[in-house]
């Protein structure tokens, strides 16, 4: 089982950057899915999430109304749309899928995980 991200990059501030993660299993078409972000220095923290049929998503307040959260089962993929982007946005993103249908802010209700992808904003 495997979950690879990819479109992160350097982007100036107010910025925008797609992520994408692909999953190896179409079982996944049944699991909530989740981004999280970990910058430098700092503990890994909770972005957004979507539950198994993409009906419905929950943001963290630092990124509401910026980022969306969106998936295609059919493509086994989850995506993260990322606008007027900040520096204290620089992280490394991961994807996670989640144990159950419905997503959760906790990390520990997160099964699988991807390798992540940096996104650096700069000034």
């Known amino acids: 089982v495997q979950l690879v991200e990819s479109g992160g990059g350097l982007v100036q501030a107010g910025g925008s950057l797609k992520l994408s993660c692909a999953a190896s299993r179409r079982t996944f078409s049944n699991n909530a899915m989740g981004w999280f972000r970990q910058a430098p220095g700092k503990e890994r923290e909770f972005v957004a999430t979507i539950n198994w049929s993409g009906g419905g998503t929950y943001y963290a307040d630092s990124v509401k109304g910026r980022f969306t959260i969106s998936r295609d089962n059919a493509k086994n993929t989850v995506y993260l749309q990322m606008n007027t982007l900040k520096p204290e946005d620089t992280a490394v993103y991961y994807c996670?899928?989640?144990?159950?249908?419905?997503?959760?802010?906790?990390?520990?209700?997160?099964?699988?995980w991807g390798q992540g992808t940096l996104v650096t904003v700069s000034s």
């Open positions: 996670a899928a989640g144990r159950y249908s419905y997503g959760t802010t906790s990390g520990s209700q997160y099964a699988y």
